[in-house]
């Protein structure tokens, strides 16, 4: 390969938000191999909001493990912000939101959004201060000193999101962030969050179980089919950013929900 082509190739990968490349995962259960993951092929540039969509068990959550370095790939390469997911974790380069906030019941919010601060070994000030400015991005300000149990379902998945950014991120892994809430709280934290992502701008994999929320989100939706976990198609979505309530309603918008109700029909139903 030749200076001009390695540095392409080089410069290429650098912009990749996220990729799988051939990704293949199988699971041994009971000394059977199960195969989760049928060479997956994706390629997210940086800064791009994708979701992923799919009947329960086709592999989703699995993915975002790939990505997250929690689960190594049986074959085939993936790639985050550019390098691997295990240098990516180890570079705090990568964020992660369940549907579970998982925060500390004993910590205080403030003290919740600084953990993985602390556990990088910033001093309290700092952790504190971008703590607090966190906790205002997400809409908490005033509830710094509040326990967890003290706030709803919605507050605190902001929480987790606060806490998911307080690294600074490249990549933001979202699994089901909201699945738990109700239709009106989702509606809003959906909103947020694409202002939120308006002004950080992180690559993010955002996995719904939801047609409306992947729409309004994302600039394309990765629709995936079950036994063997594969990807269907990856539907575009025609509509500018930023976006209000009012994209919703665009024909657009209603375009892009036709096209994935009809690959999730095909892909063994939804
Ligand atoms: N650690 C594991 N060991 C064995 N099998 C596993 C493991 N993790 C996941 N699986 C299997 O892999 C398949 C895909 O699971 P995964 O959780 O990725 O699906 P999903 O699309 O996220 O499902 P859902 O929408 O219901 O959350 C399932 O059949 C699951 O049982």
């Given at each position: 390969m030749s200076t001009d082509t390695t540095e392409a190739t080089e410069r290429q990968t650098r912009l990749v938000g996220l990729a799988a490349r051939d990704v293949v995962k199988t699971f041994s259960v009971k000394g059977k191999e199960n195969l989760v993951l049928d060479t997956i092929n994706l390629e997210i540039p940086k800064g791009e909001f994708v979701s992923v969509i799919g009947p329960s068990g086709c592999g989703k959550s699995t993915l975002l493990r790939i990505f997250a370095d929690l689960i190594p790939v049986t074959s085939g390469t993936a790639v985050v912000d550019g390098i691997s997911p295990q240098l990516a974790r180890a570079d705090r380069r990568l964020g992660v939101v369940f549907q579970q906030a998982n925060l500390m019941p004993w910590r205080s919010v403030l003290r919740n959004v600084g953990l993985p601060l602390e556990v990088e070994g910033r001093g309290k000030v700092a952790r504190d201060a971008t703590s607090r400015e966190l906790l205002e991005l997400v809409g908490l300000?005033?509830?710094?000193?509040?326990?967890?149990?003290?706030?709803s379902g919605g507050m605190q998945q902001r929480v987790a999101i606060a806490r998911a950014l307080s690294t600074e991120p490249d990549v933001l892994l979202m699994d089901e962030p909201f699945g738990a809430l109700d239709e009106i709280t989702r509606e809003r934290l959906n909103q947020e969050l694409l202002s939120i992502w308006g002004r950080l701008r992180p690559t993010v994999l955002f996995i719904t179980h939801s047609i409306p929320e992947a729409v309004f989100l994302s600039s394309r939706v990765v629709v995936m089919g079950a036994r063997?976990?594969?990807?269907?198609d990856v539907v575009d979505v025609d509509l500018p950013y930023?976006?209000?309530?009012?994209a919703r309603t665009d024909p657009a918008f209603h375009a892009a929900e036709s096209r994935i109700r009809a690959l999730l029909a095909t892909a063994g139903g939804h």
């Amino acid at each position: 390969m030749s200076t001009d082509t390695t540095e392409a190739t080089e410069r290429q990968t650098r912009l990749v938000g996220l990729a799988a490349r051939d990704v293949v995962k199988t699971f041994s259960v009971k000394g059977k191999e199960n195969l989760v993951l049928d060479t997956i092929n994706l390629e997210i540039p940086k800064g791009e909001f994708v979701s992923v969509i799919g009947p329960s068990g086709c592999g989703k959550s699995t993915l975002l493990r790939i990505f997250a370095d929690l689960i190594p790939v049986t074959s085939g390469t993936a790639v985050v912000d550019g390098i691997s997911p295990q240098l990516a974790r180890a570079d705090r380069r990568l964020g992660v939101v369940f549907q579970q906030a998982n925060l500390m019941p004993w910590r205080s919010v403030l003290r919740n959004v600084g953990l993985p601060l602390e556990v990088e070994g910033r001093g309290k000030v700092a952790r504190d201060a971008t703590s607090r400015e966190l906790l205002e991005l997400v809409g908490l300000a005033g509830y710094e000193k509040h326990l967890p149990r003290q706030l709803s379902g919605g507050m605190q998945q902001r929480v987790a999101i606060a806490r998911a950014l307080s690294t600074e991120p490249d990549v933001l892994l979202m699994d089901e962030p909201f699945g738990a809430l109700d239709e009106i709280t989702r509606e809003r934290l959906n909103q947020e969050l694409l202002s939120i992502w308006g002004r950080l701008r992180p690559t993010v994999l955002f996995i719904t179980h939801s047609i409306p929320e992947a729409v309004f989100l994302s600039s394309r939706v990765v629709v995936m089919g079950a036994r063997p976990g594969r990807i269907v198609d990856v539907v575009d979505v025609d509509l500018p950013y930023p976006r209000d309530p009012g994209a919703r309603t665009d024909p657009a918008f209603h375009a892009a929900e036709s096209r994935i109700r009809a690959l999730l029909a095909t892909a063994g139903g939804h």
